[in-house]
């Protein structure tokens, strides 16, 4: 009896050991996981303003988010999600880049994950066309928020400033520090 | 022996639970896996046509994969994979690119995974050297559709057409709403 | 007794079969990290040395690894990490460019992993402000060879060359068909 009680302590402490290892694989995995839906979702957003879906668009913002740019020169104006936001992409100004042929282009940010948020950092370019070649019409360095919602990760906040050496530009540059 | 078959019956119950956690877990991480490999594919592309290597950029498509491209106007021409491809590749216009100093620079795309199939969507850019800087000689979208062969995944079309606001280069752009 | 023993066998043999299927999931687990945490590394780069954080991009690399650079013409000079690499981003050039605006984007690269080395091929762009657009002041294929340290990945040499068209620049490109 005594043997049969060790083997089956061992027994439970070897399914105990598969059943924690199975979570921690899981875990790692969700924030691999994690990573590639972020990329996914800021993915989506050239494409989408680039072909003037505007609603589209602004729903990649969670309800009450927002995005926070300034133009080449000024302070900054924060447009709130979804309306705004789908306003923003139905001006005369953002109509006419989408008729010229224009992409947004946003290269791979540098992703913090927090559990149920996130922050990514890094730069975006609009590239237009002008007869028969393109150009950098605007490059610019970006603080995403991020939040995992119901219909996955969405953006809370957007910060953005364009590349003119300016300190905001450097200290949004810099929020890479935080996570070495 | 009550006790021993229920006993039995939890212990199979344990190991089915564990089979199917593992099983589960499989699947979540092929779905990352053929995220990483299909960019890594598309990765591949612009070393090899700006290094001249035309043959290997050609078998990045399975034999019979198709290339429908588009200069700054005209509609589109479809080459055919491996030789058509391995011929343009092999042109005077492409050779004189790889002798100035090019890249052809896949932006990450929106990749949607179907089991044995998969799309991509995203933009491109041909940069091109004169002088002393570069410049953006082409910027397009593309859709390309992917398919798991016995080497990894292959293209099977690839569509491309360049951002000058028309028709199809936005519907390309919008392929991405078929997948939220 | 015999019937026991064949149960206990089978058991084993099950758990054996857990064990091993946990651990071909944590080698597969552990490669898309790689190729994640590799990617993360590389995009440290850009807001680093465009903020002027010095120190900070050299730590990217391990002591005494180097970075092999030509300007758009002459030969390769390399340069030291951690201090040599720290004075070149405190050079002259170099606050002028974080002064005037500048992002540093390292386009996603090809990568090949080896357990605890690994190598990544891929174009980086320089791109700078002048007046009220941006453009690429600079255009360049990089190999770096990368080692797993106890602070996870780093950088043992970055090798640069600007796209000129030359058989340098070319045969970093081809480095990539040696991992098909």
């Given at each position: 009896m005594a043997n049969r009680g060790r083997t089956w302590r061992?027994?439970?402490?070897?399914?105990?050991?598969?059943e924690q290892k199975l979570?921690?694989?899981?875990?790692?995995?969700?924030?691999?996981?994690d990573q590639l839906?972020?990329?996914?979702?800021?993915?989506?957003?050239?494409?989408?303003?680039?072909?003037?879906?505007a609603a589209e668009a602004a729903d990649l913002w969670v309800a009450g988010g927002g995005y926070d740019f300034t133009g080449v020169t000024g302070d900054g104006t924060r447009v709130e999600a979804?309306?705004?936001?789908?306003?923003?992409?139905?001006?005369?100004?953002?109509?006419?880049?989408?008729?010229?042929?224009?992409?947004h282009l946003t290269a791979r940010p540098h992703i913090t994950l927090?559990?149920?948020?996130?922050?990514?950092?890094?730069y975006s370019l609009?590239?237009?066309?002008?007869?028969?070649?393109?150009?950098?019409?605007?490059?610019?360095?970006?603080?995403?928020?991020?939040?995992?919602?119901?219909?996955?990760?969405?953006i809370t906040e957007r910060y953005n400033r364009v590349l003119d050496g300016s300190l905001e530009?450097?200290?949004t540059m810099r929020r890479i520090l935080a996570d070495p």
């Amino acid at each position: 009896m005594a043997n049969r009680g060790r083997t089956w302590r061992a027994r439970r402490r070897a399914r105990g050991d598969v059943e924690q290892k199975l979570e921690e694989l899981a875990a790692r995995l969700r924030a691999a996981e994690d990573q590639l839906d972020i990329l996914r979702l800021l993915n989506r957003y050239g494409p989408l303003v680039d072909s003037g879906s505007a609603a589209e668009a602004a729903d990649l913002w969670v309800a009450g988010g927002g995005y926070d740019f300034t133009g080449v020169t000024g302070d900054g104006t924060r447009v709130e999600a979804p309306r705004g936001l789908a306003a923003l992409y139905q001006t005369d100004v953002h109509t006419d880049l989408v008729a010229t042929g224009v992409a947004h282009l946003t290269a791979r940010p540098h992703i913090t994950l927090h559990g149920e948020t996130a922050d990514a950092v890094g730069y975006s370019l609009v590239i237009r066309r002008e007869d028969d070649h393109w150009y950098l019409w605007r490059a610019a360095i970006n603080h995403w928020a991020l939040a995992r919602t119901a219909d996955g990760w969405r953006i809370t906040e957007r910060y953005n400033r364009v590349l003119d050496g300016s300190l905001e530009s450097r200290a949004t540059m810099r929020r890479i520090l935080a996570d070495p």
